[in-house]
């Protein structure tokens, strides 16, 4: 079963920065899309950043050149480095992956989640 436990969240000053990290057992011989994804009070979930197998990764505008995600598929981790946060940065952020193949076990496009970490920015 695919467990998601993210730390290093906590709360900085703006202009701050913070490194995320996502620790993910139960991967098997499936592979996987991970992302993190975050939720501020009152909004909706959205994503943050999503890191193929292959480690391409893509950004929304919002954090494009400060976030930056990487992947150690040897250990199974992903890392989100934070820089130049900013207040709108608070929210909780979670950690996902999703399964990118078929067969032998795997189910293409099913999710796990993690219970998140809590970022704070204040101004």
């Known amino acids: 079963q695919v467990q998601l436990v993210e730390s290093g969240g906590g709360s900085v000053q703006a202009g701050g920065s913070l490194r995320l990290s996502c620790a993910a057992s139960?991967?098997?011989?499936?592979?996987?899309?991970m992302s993190w994804y975050r939720q501020a009070p009152g909004k909706e979930r959205e994503v943050v950043s999503s890191?193929?197998?292959?480690?391409?990764?893509r950004y929304p505008d919002s954090v494009k050149g400060r976030f930056a995600a990487s992947r150690d598929n040897a250990k199974n981790t992903l890392s989100l480095q934070m820089n130049n946060l900013r207040p709108e940065d608070t929210a909780m952020y979670y950690c996902?992956?999703?399964?990118?193949?078929?067969?032998?076990?795997?189910?293409?496009?099913?999710?796990?989640w993690g219970k998140g970490t809590l970022v704070t920015v204040s101004s």
């Open positions: 139960g991967f098997g011989s499936c592979t996987y899309t």
């Open positions: 996902k992956a999703t399964t990118s193949t078929s067969g032998l076990g795997c189910h293409y496009g099913m999710e796990h």
């Open positions: 890191t193929e197998g292959t480690g391409r990764t």
